[in-house]
């Protein structure tokens, strides 16, 4: 009775808890499926402070659409209070929480959790979390993909285990990664943005993936009634099945929303630009050789450029930003009035790589 009660109460939740996300937070490229994900959270059956019920509670709140619970496997500081013999138990609770709703979908997964040179690393689309929990580290990484499982490297900036704060790959990590049993890692990790892991993404192939790695409330840690967002992974897949999803991340078919920042290679940045920065039609008025056309933002975040071409703005400079799901209003001087303009930007919050930001470029097109 009581956990049927528990249940009808979450379900009972749920419309209320959509307190400002109704518009998706980027729209996805034509044929693609965009998923909003964190793969990497905590509860109560490992070091973290909620029972799982929050972590959706939170994620429905938040837009997201897919959640890993990803508990400690060793590390258990709880289990005099909460004994779980169980490693799955957060997982089992948390997808049956989530069953009789479409929007968020959960799957489960486990945190390896060791001292350098391994260190941390999550393994999520897991079967059973307790195979995982064996005496030699390398032992758990090959169990975790025996299962089919997704591997990454979680915070290798973290200053507990990097005390000057820069993401290395060891001896071990290298080995592993030669063998495809590592096949991603977080170039962002609850509130640090780490550019040596993501040059470690871009010269070793792994996917780019930035998570909360949430313990407490993310309310409180990342200021979300004050406009701030959780570090978000977005998959883009062909589908929005689980096995389609799953497949995109070992393609590397992502990117992060950090705070203002956009990270992820340019193939996957570029369509998500594209998709979601729209331009109108250029007009000029009677007599005048002073075009106007206007720049739609479409997703959640600010978009903030850097127009590198020859030609100037009457009103702007040749930086602006463009605040979430808003309008700009350009006008811009091209001393004979032309048919079309071809733009070239630079999207200053859009990393592709430690020391390079997107670049593209947008037609507009007279009325």
């Known amino acids: 009775m009581l956990k049927f009660f528990k249940k009808v109460v979450f379900l009972l939740l749920i419309p209320s808890v959509f307190y400002s996300q109704t518009k998706p937070l980027f729209k996805a490229p034509k044929d693609s499926y965009l998923t909003a994900t964190d793969l990497h959270i905590h509860t109560v059956f490992s070091d ?5 019920d929050i972590r959706l509670r939170e994620a ?15 590390y258990q500081p709880h289990k005099k209070d909460i004994p779980h013999p169980d490693r799955n138990r957060s997982y089992q609770i948390a997808s049956e929480l989530a069953k009789g709703q479409e929007k968020l979908r959960v799957i489960n997964g486990a945190e390896i959790t060791r001292e350098m040179p391994i260190g941390h690393l999550n393994a999520v689309f897991i079967k059973d979390a307790n195979k995982l929990l064996r005496n030699d580290p390398i032992l758990s990484i090959n169990e975790a993909n025996a299962q089919k499982a997704f591997v990454f490297m979680n915070h290798p900036n973290w200053d507990a285990q990097r005390s000057d704060g820069i993401a290395r790959l060891s001896s071990v990590h290298e080995d592993l990664i030669n063998k495809k049993l590592i096949h991603g890692v977080e170039v962002v990790n609850e ?160 990393i592709v790589d430690p020391n390079e930001n997107l670049k593209f470029k947008l037609i507009v097109n007279k009325n």
């Open 48 to 52: 973290g402070s909620v029972w799982p």
């Open 60 to 74: 429905l709140r938040e837009g997201l659409d897919l959640i890993a619970m990803t508990d400690h496997l060793e």
């Open 191 to 350: 509130t640090t943005f780490s550019e040596e892991a993501l040059k470690i993404a871009l010269e070793n192939n792994l996917t780019i993936i930035g998570n909360s790695d949430i313990h407490g409330l993310t309310d409180w840690l990342f200021e979300i009634p004050k406009g701030g967002h959780r570090p978000i992974t977005f998959v883009m897949s062909k589908g929005k099945k689980i096995n389609q999803i799953k497949q995109a991340l070992f393609q590397g078919k992502t990117f992060v929303w950090f705070k203002d920042l956009l990270i992820g290679k340019e193939e996957n940045l570029l369509p998500i630009i594209k998709s979601n920065l729209l331009v109108g039609n250029l007009k000029y008025a009677k007599g005048k050789q002073i075009g106007e056309f206007t720049l739609t933002n479409h997703s959640a975040t600010l978009l903030n450029l850097r127009y590198t071409g020859s030609f100037s703005f009457h009103e702007d400079g040749k930086v602006f930003q463009i605040p979430p799901y808003s309008k700009k209003v350009l006008k811009i001087k091209t001393l004979t009035n032309l048919d079309y303009i071809e733009l070239p930007f630079e999207l200053i919050n859009g």
